[in-house]
């Protein structure tokens, strides 16, 4: 009697194939012979040499500075000579820089028939493994390849990842691997240990600790996830960040890093999502967007939040659009933190002005113009002109304005300040989503401000720059067409430069 025989059915593949294995080689002690001596074999000598091999280089001619780099580290030795196949006998690894392919083809079969893997610079035909563009955070070593492809584009990469690693992962790690035995013994579950490593990974990317303050804080560590802790009722942090403008690129290296290592993201309205791509995968994001004149979050309701998440110990972004300390209600936020005994700190940010003048291709001082610049805010809190600004230091011919959230105040503002004795021909420009894809402007004069308002798009955060330090600026900025207030807004300024 027969059975009828299923069909086998082929897992898919765990994983897509690969040009090349990438494998991390201990040469601590061991010899790797280097053939050639020309200027590339330098770098790659000095490369084995601090991965821990004795590096013997044969060659006729060496380079200069590889006899000066053999003279001032003994793992790496010279001898001037050509290579003969016993040469290669006990070497872990073969390194060649040779142009002539019979030479070339020569070393590889020496290499092979000793069993040994062989590289030959520039030579892909000829290497059974490549050397990777690398990030070096000894312990932690980050290796780039492209398979020859893009060499370029392996260096792009490695800075992108050197951008957002910082230096001190390199103390964090060797901390942690002299701790890793006492670890054991304070946290014997399994559990507890990845609940440790978790937090560990956090502190090395985000913590400002030197290597001598690490092992406390590691004791610290354990102790918050070990027997006998408060476990999830552990405070944790607020960390107040300056998103930008919206550009992505404009965000800090210390900005980016705080968002990689987020809980919980608090974001406002001015925070592109671009920004918001670059936080922590697993970070929950919470929008409390605000905005101007109409419904919105209250602030002590946000206040509340950032304490309520830190006392649920979680590690808390707050990120706010442009920088933090200008105009973002930040103080209110830190008391609250103060005032609850949540640890908070501030990562500053670029402010739109900044990135405004950046944008026109013009500076906010001059030196025959404007020797200060002021930053003021467009409303109050009922959404009008405030009444208690200092309209006669604004004024200032020799000041550079710069006006946060005017959109419905601007016209007014611009009638005061003529009032108040600025010239009607001073120049103004109003731009709105600047740094972003859909940037717009318009630009003219104090006058024409005054007669016609900002008209842009409703909806979108605007800033107004008014001052004679503007006078040789584009009169748009680089991102898109400018717009004039009235008719003869552009030719006023045109005209006048």
């Known amino acids: 009697m027969s059975f009828p025989v299923a069909p086998v059915i082929a897992a898919p593949p765990r994983l897509a194939p690969l040009a090349k294995l990438p494998v991390f080689v201990d040469l601590a002690g061991r010899r790797v012979v280097m053939v050639g001596g020309a200027e590339p074999v330098v770098w790659k000598s000095e490369l084995l040499a601090a991965a821990g091999a004795r590096v013997e280089v044969i060659a006729e001619a060496p380079h200069p500075d590889l006899l000066a780099l053999a003279a001032a580290n003994e793992a790496i030795r010279v001898a001037r000579r050509t290579w003969e196949p016993g040469d290669l006998d006990g070497a872990a690894l073969v390194v060649a820089d040779i142009d002539e392919p019979d030479e070339a083809f ?48 392996g260096q792009a990469i490695r800075r992108r990842i050197e951008a957002v690693v910082p230096a001190s992962v390199a103390s964090w790690s060797r901390s942690a691997k002299a701790f890793r035995e006492r670890l054991r013994a304070l946290l ?11 937090r560990f990974a956090d502190a090395s990317l985000s913590s400002t600790l030197d290597e001598r303050e690490q092992g406390a804080a590691l004791e610290r560590m354990a102790a918050a996830v070990g027997p006998g802790s408060d476990g999830p009722g552990r405070i944790g942090e607020v960390v107040i960040v300056g998103a ?26 001015l925070v592109t999502p671009g920004i918001l791509e670059l936080g922590r995968r697993e970070a929950r994001r919470v929008h409390v967007g605000k905005e101007g004149h109409g419904a919105s979050c209250r602030q002590e309701d946000i206040s509340a939040l950032l304490v309520d998440l830190a006392f649920a110990g979680e590690r808390v972004v707050r990120l706010k659009g442009g920088d933090p300390a200008i105009f973002g209600r930040t103080g209110e936020e830190v008391s609250a933190c103060q005032e609850a005994g949540v640890p908070v700190r501030i990562v500053p940010g670029v402010t739109t002005a900044s990135a405004a003048s950046a944008a026109l291709a013009t500076s906010l001082t001059h030196r025959d113009h404007a020797r200060r610049v002021q930053f003021v ?12 600004l200092d309209f006669a230091a604004l004024a200032d011919p020799r000041a550079t304005l710069v006006v946060y959230m005017a959109r419905r105040t601007a016209a007014a503002l611009a009638k005061r300040l003529i009032a108040q004795g600025l010239a009607a021909a001073t120049p103004a420009i109003a731009m709105s989503d600047v740094s972003r ?6 630009c003219g004069t104090l006058a024409s401000l005054a007669e016609a308002g900002i008209g842009l798009p409703e909806g979108r955060p605007v800033i107004v720059l008014i001052g004679e330090a503007l006078r040789n600026a584009p009169s748009a900025p680089a991102q898109a067409a400018a717009e004039p207030f009235g008719a003869a807004a552009t030719t006023a300024l045109r005209t006048s430069r």
Not at 188 to 198: G, V
Not at 251 to 266: F, G, H, N, P, S
């Open 244 to 269: 930008g403008p919206g550009d992505p690129e404009l965000l800090t290296l210390k900005a980016m890093r705080e968002l990689q290592a987020a809980d919980v993201i608090v974001y406002d309205r």
């Open 188 to 198: 014997p579950a399994r559990t507890d240990r990845r609940a440790f490593w978790e």
């Open 437 to 442: 894809p859909g940037a717009a402007s318009e």
């Open 106 to 153: 020569r070393l590889r079969e020496a290499a092979r028939e000793r069993g040994l893997l062989l590289n030959v610079i520039d030579r892909p035909a000829f290497c059974d493994f490549q050397f990777g563009t690398i990030v070096n955070r000894s312990p932690v070593v980050i290796g780039i390849m492209t398979d020859g492809a893009a060499p370029i584009l």
């Open 377 to 388: 805010t467009g409303h109050d809190r009922s959404g009008r002109l405030p009444d208690d």
